[in-house]
């Protein structure tokens, strides 16, 4: 199984990606700020799947795709985690 990708984003730019077929996601928010969960279908280009303002927490089903996470707009801090688990309740 993958490794966990954390950190927290300070100023606007992108996560590590990471691989695995299902996700716990949490975004932590201290203030303002915008982050996209993104994924690479064709292996080549980032796509935006979601985009969040606030804190949440989540399940996702990636069917293994890489997925990152970008923040675009910044006023305060981001804490985030993407955590490889077993089964999922939400897909996008």
Known sequence: MPEPV???FS???SSAQIIADFLAM???F???ASVNIERKIDGVNWRLAETHTESI?????TK????RL???EHTDDV???MIPVQGTVRNF
Not at 57 to 61: A, G, R, Y
Request: glycine share 18%.
């Open 79 to 81: 804490a985030y985690s």
């Open 26 to 28: 949490d975004l932590g």
């Open 30 to 32: 201290a203030g303002v």
């Open 64 to 67: 293994g795709f890489p997925i």
């Open 70 to 72: 970008t923040c675009t």
């Open 11 to 13: 100023d606007t730019g």
């Open 57 to 61: 927490s989540l399940n996702v089903e």
């Open 6 to 8: 954390t950190g927290t």
